[in-house]
C-alpha cells in the first residue's frame, strides 16, 4: 500500500469524524479544546491582540480581482471565507466534509464566481489547478506526509501563486510536553500534526517565506500574572510587550519563532 493511498483512506475516516452532526470529544480532548479556546484565547482578547493574524492575512490577500482563490480546508467557512467569495475573480472552497461544506455553499450562493466543493485536496477527484492563491487557516498541520503535500500544493499554484497559512507549533519544550501527554488519549489524533522543526524547514526549503509570524510565544505566560498582585492594566501592558516581541522578532528569529504556540506564513512558489 503506497502513502498516498494510506493518507487518502486515513482521510476517509476523518470525513466520518466531521460530518458526526456532533463530533464526539472524549474528556482529554474537551480539555485541550478549552484550553486552546478559552484560555488562549482570552490571553489574546485580554491583551487586544485577538485578530492580529487576521488582519495580517487580508494584507496579504492583496488585491484578489484578478485571482482565483482556493480556500483549503475550510469547514464551513473561516474568518475570511465569505470576504474571499464576494472579492476573488474565482473562489473554490475545499473540504472534505459534505455537510459542512452544503452549509457554505448555500452562504456564497449569490457570488457567481463562487463555488464550493465537497473533496479530498489529494485525491484525482479534484482537478482544479493554477490558482494564485491557497488560504489555508488551520489546515496544513493535518498532513501527516509533508513531502506529499508540499508537491500538491505546488502542482496546484500558478507560477509565482502564494499560499497563507495558519498553523499550530510543536517546537516549544512546555507545550511539547503538554501535547505529548495528551496525544494518546486525543479523539483526533489520526489527522493531527503540530509543525515541528523539520516541518519548518521543509516549507522553507520548498517555498520563499516572503514573512512569517509567531503567535503566543513569550505571552503565552500571560495566565500566570494572573496569580500575582498586579492591576489588570499592568498585565495588560506587559502582555501585549511579550505579545510585540514574539510578533515583531519572530519574523527573523527561529529561536523566537520556535517558542510560539502557531505560525502564520506567507509562501511563495519557487
Known amino acids: 500500500m503506497n502513502t498516498h493511498y494510506k493518507i487518502i483512506e486515513s ?16 474528556l482529554p480532548t474537551r480539555i485541550w479544546y478549552y484550553f486552546r479556546e478559552q484560555t488562549l484565547k482570552k490571553i489574546r482578547k485580554d491583551i487586544g491582540i485577538l485578530n492580529e493574524s487576521y488582519d495580517i492575512h487580508k494584507v496579504w490577500f492583496g488585491d484578489l480581482s484578478g485571482k482565483k482563490v482556493l480556500d483549503l480546508g475550510c469547514y464551513e467557512g473561516n ?10 475573480k474565482e473562489y473554490i472552497a475545499l473540504d472534505l466534509s459534505d455537510v459542512a461544506i452544503k452549509k457554505l455553499a448555500a452562504r456564497i450562493q449569490l457570488h457567481p464566481n463562487a463555488q464550493a466543493i465537497a473533496a479530498d485536496f489529494l485525491s484525482e477527484e479534484f482537478v482544479e489547478k493554477d490558482f494564485d492563491m491557497i488560504y489555508a487557516y488551520g489546515v496544513l498541520h493535518h498532513f501527516q506526509n509533508t513531502d506529499v503535500l508540499i508537491d500538491k500544493l505546488n502542482e496546484k499554484l500558478a507560477p509565482d501563486g502564494v499560499i497563507i497559512s495558519y498553523d499550530p507549533l510543536e517546537t516549544s519544550l512546555p507545550i511539547k510536553i503538554m501535547r505529548m501527554l495528551y496525544r494518546p488519549f486525543q479523539s483526533d489524533a489520526a489527522w493531527e500534526w503540530p509543525f515541528k522543526r523539520k516541518t519548518f524547514y521543509q516549507f522553507q526549503k520548498s517555498f520563499t517565506i516572503v514573512e512569517r509570524r509567531g503567535i503566543l510565544g513569550k505571552s503565552k505566560w500571560v495566565a500566570l500574572l494572573n496569580f500575582m498582585p498586579l492591576s489588570e492594566e499592568k498585565k495588560k501592558r506587559i502582555g501585549q510587550k511579550w505579545y510585540m516581541e514574539d510578533w515583531e522578532q519572530s519574523k527573523k528569529s527561529d529561536k523566537v519563532l520556535f517558542r510560539c504556540m502557531h505560525l502564520t506564513m506567507l509562501l511563495k512558489k519557487k
Not at 482521510?11 to 472524549?26: A, R
Open 11 to 26: 482521510n476517509k475516516k476523518q470525513v466520518e469524524f466531521y460530518n458526526q452532526k456532533s463530533v464526539t470529544k472524549n
Open 79 to 88: 474568518y475570511w471565507s465569505l470576504y474571499l467569495a464576494e472579492h476573488s
